[in-house]
């Protein structure tokens, strides 16, 4: 998993998000067992779905929940959350933070090679650090990085970073995956080899990538922790979440994130009862519908408003989603602290919708049902990332519900690749709907700050707030929570007054797994985050062969 602010999830591909809810660093458990117990056989594979394809394995671009989800398993960082929430060591083995909570000295574990052999020390982090920190390194993750004063490496296993000033996210800034100095540095990352033959320092990596097929990861023998125990994390690309299902039923795929309507179906399969355990919990992410602000039409706060109004989220939750999720207030789970729970989702209400439209001047001229202003219709064209049918599904009913209040809407559905790089990377785009995940520490610079509007960040909607600005950098360089709650729980608050979303609804995550594998347990963080130490008994593996056709 990847403990950066935040990445672009597919809701309907739950596999890549068990292990990528941030977008950088892999969550790495403990060694399996302890000294009294027997090591677990090894063998077999894990063989899952994506409906997309990951697009470059190089941490400082990986961008996209796919990319993430394989160098979250080739990459570690400093530090990681473990199944509780608690920061814990990954590359480092303890660290320090002086009384004015500025400066961090981490103590590098010792022994850690490259899959190439090359030792990992303290210069790959000084490496990772400058790259990041470059503003001529094309990430949108940069900006923590930015924030560090000075960073040194006094030796090969010590390695301090000082921030300018006081920045919340200091320590989990330092969950992004550490990059390779010795293959990276002085290379054009653009048109480097690791973008899709990574080498890295994690439990598996790399063994083949067929363009459009498939992905193998196998176990890393020069993991120091030891090997994992199964030999191999197959990730197949299945666009269409049907044919994954129909995969699922003949037993090809081990583990299937769900959507709602297969969630009912498979659980009420007795074969796939007998074959699969079921598990569910509030995903880390939120869908939304994002709104282009610096559309003509959309850039008038009262046409936002009028959307919000006009779209019933409650039917989307029960129609959708099965019930299978909770409505969303804004850009956190609910049970999250950071949440203002006096902030409420948006009520549906199509009179409030209509009036606001008739304040912004749209009027239906012609009776044709639909407003127009100046002789033009107001047409909306929803961007909805193809092969994710609760999106397509959840387009649908906002285009009705748009409809009844005078509003035209069409919906497009593009490849994920296109839709990320042609159009919202280019902020080419009237509407699309889209999801986050939520990082643990809830920094919204990178999507919500009007500095992030250029092409290729996150705030592809062009919001623009001098308020949420100030807001977002309290809340961001303060180590007082009551501060930072007060500071978020504003934003929350503008976010509701200004509607540059729709938020629409947190998941959860509905997941089928083989029973064949041992290990695989719901914590607060999830379920995924003890990969490493899954494993099948020898009476059960199924997969002995390098590829899996």
Known sequence: MKI???????????????????????????????????????????????????????????????????TGQIYRGLLKYDKDLNLVGDLAESWEVSEDGLTVSFKLKKGIVWEDGTPFTSADCLFTWKLMSDPLTPTPYGEDFKQIKEAVAPDDHTFVVTYGRTLASALTVWGFNVMPKHLLEGVDLDSSPLARKPVGNGPFKLESWEAGQRIILAA????????????????????DPATQLMELMTGRLDMMGLTPDQWEEARANPELAAAYDFYRYPAFSYTYLGLNNKDPRLADVRVRRAINHAIDKKEILDGVLLGLGQPANGPFKPDMWANNVNVKPFPHDPERAKALLAEAGWADSDGDGYLDRNGQRFSLTILVNQGNKTRETAALIIQARLKEVGLEAKIRVVEWAAMTKDYLDKHDFEACIMGWTIPL??????????RKVNPGELNFISYSNPEVDRLIDEARFNLDRSVRKAALDRIQEIFYEDSPYVFLYVPDSL??????????????????????????????QVHKSVMVK
């Open 220 to 239: 890393s023998e020069t993991h120091e922790k030891g090997r994992p125990p199964l030999d191999r994390l197959i990730t197949l690309n299945i666009p």
């Open 511 to 540: 997941l089928a797994i083989s029973k064949r594998f041992v290990g695989p347990a719901v914590a607060p963080i999830g379920l995924g985050y003890n990969i490493e130490e899954w494993y099948v008994p020898l009476n059960k």
């Open 441 to 450: 520490d809830p920094d919204l610079f990178d999507v919500f700050n009007s």
């Open 4 to 70: 950066i602010k935040s990445a672009r999830v597919f809701s309907a591909v739950l596999f890549p998000i068990l292990f990528s809810i941030f977008s950088a660093s892999a969550f790495l458990p403990a060694p399996f067992g302890g000294a009294a117990m027997a090591a677990p056989p090894t063998g077999d594979a894990l063989v899952d779905a994506s409906i997309a394809e990951a697009t470059n394995l190089i941490p400082a671009l990986a961008s996209d929940t796919s990319s993430s989800a394989v």
